[in-house]
């Protein structure tokens, strides 16, 4: 299934824009609908696979896509569940996380190819997204204090998505839809 | 829990904020955001939540969809409102434990910031909550559209906004049968040992992925034969009316945020 | 092993605003080796009852059995795991939980997640795959890259794999072409016999439903308003449409025939064979008795 | 007569650097006439799709010319060829682009830059064609199939499209969307008098249909009238379909030894025949 065969620019478009539609919900989804439950952890240790999802939406189809994806399916997220004043940052901290994670997988033409400069890129994004967070929520707290405390449970969701992401691109890069 | 999640938040209704058009409401709560930290003494703050109170109230949105919503919220708000109440070390003392000493301007602070935080809450959740997120899209498209000159695709976001939203509830359908398909196949997200249930993630992700990914392809076929060729000389189809009632909305916005500057210290 | 449902509701999402209700006081018996049929207009619950054939769902009201296994409303069923292994589901578009590199380890994935060691589980993949029609090479394929028609045949030999002694299927002829559609019905028949499974078949089709089963369970609006012998069932054509069902294709033709003759035939034929060699001898005795 | 469509020997292959494997297509040559009826017919994978594709320009024939409204398609006047054509997908899920199903009706006529009351207009003329303009507002996951893939033939239509395809349109449907279906696109004809290419397995379908057109493998294997599609007989069954329910029943009573006199492919005919050859003696 080579997806350009003949197509047109214009359907190579759209596709594209589907694509980063569907993302969005697929990430939407995963934070909503999919939980493994850690023994640690904040909120009763329930971790959503939203992370994950955003990871991989990156890997697979690299910086834009994945900036849209984290930030238009986890933003909706918020608006949809009682934190509509997160939203505003989770679009900055996901799209740039997003963005990171694409950009450095799809560094030089590696396509997200190479496992090791994916780990990397998800590592690198950990911080930003992290510190946006927290500057963030230090403004609507008013407060420096108070933000400290999502730390550890935006590091235990990262380090699920990474753990989660690895293998399923592993997975998806060897099916022939995405060669 | 996907009706819940879909549903749980629009809730459709007749009222004066409900029917106010999308750009009116986006603008008027982007606006407020900003205002409100204007707000720096008790009279600005006491407008500030009268203010809502109101909006509240003609929203006609019942408390208990709006305590449900909060309900995440509160602890952070307690824990606010404790924090400041511990580290700020100004003005008279109000109550001395030894080991605790509560100052005025601490509990000041305090209340300060959890009217603060409460009002954004509330003000944020009454726009999702009166407003359908197709609504909420076609208002930021339309508000967005000067930004097409500086090559912005608002209007293929607004598209991919609207297929996302659309799509949400066909792939919360998709997960609930892959992974109970998977569940029936021993390998299960939800029991077990850890280890286990993180191996179970593969088994549910990649199938859904593939699938989304034919979606999108049928999909792309589809608005292809049906004519799409992006953004340019197409027509709306959904209208937005902007009438007196917004204009209005927005004479208050000044008056109050007036006032604001007005009382406060 | 025998299935018994007795009393079974259950509502989805129970406890929220949006509790709704899709099955209420089911009592359904399905003993061992019986060849049972679900049938029900659209919405019926026939998907939410299946699922509680394996402890997918588990009822708010009400127990399942399933074999020596109880599962009551309200109590927490723990290790389900042997209970699944015992009954395969084959969802309807069962192609969609594909999702391994190549088909051999797709297939040997369900037996694996129970226990079975990689030899046992390849040697039933092997076998496996011939029993669904399909050449052995095609095991070292990637699953993505077969046809619509050959990833069902695959998907449904994953569930084989796992040696239920209860196969539960939802449509799973959905979408394929009528040969296709023959041969796996006709291999699940032939599952049925030779290995005695119990087989549970939800389908839209009155005509598999009268051809293949012993026994046919009606769902209406929740509930479960009939179950019979296919004879039982389709012999009576105003229940049916009460439940906004059809008689089966070659029953309606039997009553066109017999409105034509002015009287029944002995029997209701199932089959077109049947009826054909009926009304052959029908059609003599009429001769024969001018 | 005026021709709609045609294909002069068209060839299309996905894989062309691998001339191993066949093509999707295989010289295919066939015409449609303003107001026919044509089904397809064939077994998965025979290539039935393909050719849709090739039809509205989304694939381009290696071999051979596709024709529509007289005009081989090219790149130049392909969004014209598609505004004149309607087509309606197997899932309904995935050809529903619009929020509501009013949205969904409207969004060829916002492609193509049709103006606001006129829209409206045609959103609405169009759904109540199809019987679904008591449905304006709700969205597609609280639909049936069947009104889902209404609302697809209503967005078709409000193009007013020249010629109406249908992918299998009706199965993934259950009896009673199938039905549904049928019956709007039968309806449809005798309304307007549009021109229909469905694409099906069934070949109950087939049966209402002016020409059959039968595939195997990539390649055309018989065009006539049903009747004579089916007359075919064990060929079909070969080839991955069936025969329809009264020719098999004639077949079956003439093994059985009941007196008939020809061949029917509607049970009215088979029951006429037997009363005549048995009864009425
Ligand atoms: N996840 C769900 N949440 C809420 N309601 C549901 C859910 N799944 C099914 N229902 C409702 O339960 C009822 C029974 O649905 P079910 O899927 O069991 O029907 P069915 O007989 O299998 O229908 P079909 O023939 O269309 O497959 C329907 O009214 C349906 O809308
Ligand atoms: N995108 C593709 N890339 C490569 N091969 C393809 C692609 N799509 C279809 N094929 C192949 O082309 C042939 C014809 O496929 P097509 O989809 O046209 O068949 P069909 O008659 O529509 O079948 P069905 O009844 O299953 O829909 C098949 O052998 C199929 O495997
Ligand atoms: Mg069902
Ligand atoms: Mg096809």
């Given amino acids: 299934m080579q997806k350009t065969l003949d197509y047109s620019s214009s359907r190579n478009k759209t596709f594209d824009l589907i694509i980063s539609a569907l993302l969005i919900s697929l990430v939407f989804v995963s934070t909503v609908f999919l939980n493994i439950k850690l023994p640690i952890g904040g909120q009763g240790g329930l971790v959503h696979l939203g992370t994950g999802m955003l990871f991989i939406a990156s890997i697979m189809f690299g910086p834009k896509k994945g900036a849209l994806a984290g930030s238009l399916g986890m933003g909706l997220f918020d608006l949809m569940s009682g934190w509509t004043i997160w939203a505003p940052g989770t679009i900055i901290a996901r799209g740039l996380q997003g963005y990171i994670v694409g950009k450095i997988a799809w560094s030089k033409g590696r396509n997200g190819n190479s496992i090791g400069f994916n780990l990397f890129g998800m590592m690198v994004s950990i911080p930003v997204m992290v510190v946006v967070y927290y500057l963030y929520e230090s403004i609507i707290f008013g407060n420096w204090i108070i933000p400290l405390g999502s730390i550890p449970g935006n590091l235990v969701q990262n380090a699920v998505g990474m753990v989660i992401a690895i293998p399923v691109c592993l997975v998806l890069k060897k099916t022939p839809l995405f060669k | 829990m996907m009706e819940k999640m879909i549903f749980g938040r629009y809730i459709p209704g007749e009222s004066f904020v409900h029917r106010l058009d999308p750009r009116s409401k986006l603008i008027f709560v982007f606006a407020f955001i900003l205002v409100v930290f204007l707000a720096n003494n008790i009279v600005t703050y006491a407008l500030l939540l009268a203010f809502t109170l109101l909006v509240i109230l003609m929203s006609r949105i019942r408390l208990y969809f709006l305590i449900n919503g909060l309900k995440p919220i509160i602890i952070l708000l307690v824990f606010t409102f404790f924090i400041h109440i511990l580290f700020t070390r100004e003005g008279d003392i109000l109550l001395d434990l030894g080991f605790l000493k509560v100052y005025e301007e601490g509990l000041r602070q305090g209340i300060f910031i959890s009217v603060r935080f409460l009002v954004l809450v509330f003000m944020t959740s009454i726009l999702t909550l009166t407003t359908s997120p197709i609504s909420i899209t076609d208002g930021i498209e339309v508000l967005l559209n000067p930004l097409k000159k500086i090559k912005l695709p608002v209007h293929e976001l607004a598209l991919m906004m609207s297929i996302a939203l659309r799509f949400i509830p066909t792939l919360m359908d998709e997960t609930d049968k892959i992974m109970k398909a998977q569940m029936a196949r021993g390998s299960d997200l939800s029991a077990g040992p850890l280890k286990e249930r993180i191996k179970a993630v593969v088994p549910l992700l990649v199938p859904l992925f593939v699938s989304a990914f034919k979606r999108a392809e049928d999909l792309a076929t589809a608005m292809e034969v049906r004519g799409y060729r992006g953004g340019e000389g197409r027509t709306r189809y959904r209208q937005l009316k902007w009438d007196w009632r917004d204009t209005l909305c927005l004479v208050v916005f000044v008056i109050m945020t007036a006032l604001l500057v007005f009382y406060r210290n | 092993m025998d299935i018994k449902l007795q009393q079974v509701s259950y509502a989805y999402s129970k406890g929220t605003p949006f509790e709704k209700y899709a099955l209420f006081n089911v009592d359904l018996t399905i003993p061992h080796g019986t060849y049972q049929a679900i049938i029900g207009h659209t919405g019926s619950g026939k998907s939410t009852i299946l699922q509680h054939f394996n402890g997918l769902l588990k009822p708010s009201e009400g127990q399942v059995h399933i074999g020596e296994r109880v599962i009551v409303a309200g109590k927490k069923a723990k290790e389900l795991k042997p209970v699944r292994q015992k009954v395969g589901i084959v969802f309807q578009f069962p192609e969609h939980q594909l999702f391994e590199e190549t088909v051999l380890k797709d297939i040997m994935f369900g037996p694996m997640n129970f226990g079975v060691s990689e030899q046992v589980a390849e040697a039933r993949a092997r076998e496996l795959i011939k029993l669904v029609g399909l050449p052995e090479d095609i095991l070292n394929k990637s699953p993505f890259d077969l046809s619509g028609g050959q990833m069902r045949r695959v998907a449904i030999a994953g569930v084989l794999a796992m040696d239920p002694e209860v196969i539960v299927l939802d449509e799973p002829t959905a979408g394929l072409d009528p040969r296709g559609q023959k041969e796996i019905m006709d291999m699940f028949y032939n599952l049925h016999k030779e290995r005695g499974l119990t087989t549970i078949l939800v389908t839209h089709s009155m005509e598999d439903a009268a051809r293949y089963a012993d026994q046919i369970a009606i769902m209406h609006e929740g509930r479960c308003v009939l179950n019979g012998t296919p004879h039982e069932i389709f012999s009576d054509s105003d229940t049916l449409e009460k439940y906004r069902l059809e008689l089966p294709h070659i029953v309606r033709f039997q009553r066109k025939i017999e409105q034509l003759m002015k009287k029944p035939l002995s029997k209701i034929c199932l089959t077109e064979e049947e009826l054909a060699a009926e009304v052959a001898h029908a059609l003599r005795e009429g001769r024969d008795a001018k | 007569m ?162 109406l395809i249908l992918d299998e349109a009706t199965s993934m449907l259950d009896p009673q969307g199938r039905d549904e279906v049928l019956k709007t696109v039968r309806a449809l004809r005798e309304e307007i008098g549009l021109t229909v290419l469905s694409i099906t397995h069934d070949v109950e379908e087939a049966l209402f249909a002016d020409r059959v057109l039968f595939m195997n493998n990539g390649q055309k294997y018989a065009e006539g009238t049903p009747s004579e599609i089916f007359s075919l007989g064990d060929k079909l069954v070969e080839f991955g379909l069936e025969l329809p329910f009264a020719m098999r029943m004639t077949k079956l009573f003439k093994d059985n030894g009941v007196l008939l006199e020809g061949q029917h492919m509607s049970e009215e005919e088979l029951v006429n025949d037997l009363w005549t050859s048995n009864f009425n003696k």
């Fill in chain 4, 2 to 163: 005026t021709e709609i469509l045609s294909f002069n020997n068209v060839s299309f292959s996905y894989t062309p650097d691998n001339p191993e494997l066949r093509n999707a297509v295989q010289d295919v040559s066939f015409s449609i006439n303003e107001g026919e009826w044509i089904a397809i017919v064939g077994h998965n994978g025979s290539g039935k799709s393909t050719m849709v594709k090739l039809v509205c320009g989304l694939l381009f024939p290696q071999d051979g010319e596709v024709r529509v409204m007289r005009n081989v398609l090219t790149e130049e006047n392909l969004w014209e060829v598609r505004s004149n054509i309607g087509m309606v997908f197997q899932n309904p899920d995935n050809q529903f682009v619009g929020a509501t199903v009013q949205d969904d009706v409207a969004f060829a006529l916002e492609n193509s830059g049709v103006p606001y009351t006129e829209m409206v207009d045609r959103v609405h003329s169009s759904l109540a064609q199809v019987k679904m303009d008591k449905f304006l507002n709700h969205e597609p996951h609280h639909l049936s199939g069947g009104q889902k893939q209404r609302v697809a033939i209503a967005g078709a239509l409000a193009m007013r499209p020249k010629l």
